[in-house]
């Protein structure tokens, strides 16, 4: 069984750094790209930055494009989102996700078939 668990959300002041952790079990990890998404209340669950299987590509929401930055590790299951120059628009529950078997960085939610249970970022202005 796929599992994906979240860390690393909390309270930070606009301007402040956090970094997200992903850590997944139950599949062969180093085989499929890696996504986070975030929703803030009353909106749609969005894309924030993905990454291919191997790293080589990766994707950014414009919004944060420049501020956050996706990295995974295979040898600990584990992918990070960093996240810089926070803003209080940042404020959402984060979630990351596994895909299915594709060669770039899945950008769409319907190539997402595991999900995590989300770790709330809230930025205070």
């Known amino acids: 069984q796929v599992q994906l668990v979240e860390s690393g959300g909390g309270l930070v002041q606009a301007g402040g750094s956090l970094r997200l952790s992903c850590a997944a079990s139950?599949?062969?990890?180093?085989?499929?790209?890696m996504g986070w998404f975030r929703q803030a209340p009353g909106k749609e669950r969005d894309i924030v930055a993905a990454?291919?299987?191997?790293?080589?590509?990766?994707y950014y929401a414009d919004s944060v494009k420049g501020r956050f930055t996706i990295s995974r590790d295979n040898a600990k299951n584990t992918v990070y989102l960093q996240m810089n120059s926070l803003k209080p628009e940042d404020t959402a529950v984060y979630y990351c996700?596994?895909?299915?078997?594709?060669?770039?960085?899945?950008?769409?939610?319907?190539?997402?078939?595991?999900w995590g249970q989300g770790t709330q970022v809230t930025v205070s202005s």
């Open positions: 990454i291919s299987w191997n790293s080589i590509n990766t």
């Open positions: 996700a596994t895909s299915g078997y594709y060669s770039g960085a899945p950008v769409y939610k319907s190539q997402y078939n595991y």
């Open positions: 139950g599949r062969t990890f180093r085989s499929y790209g």
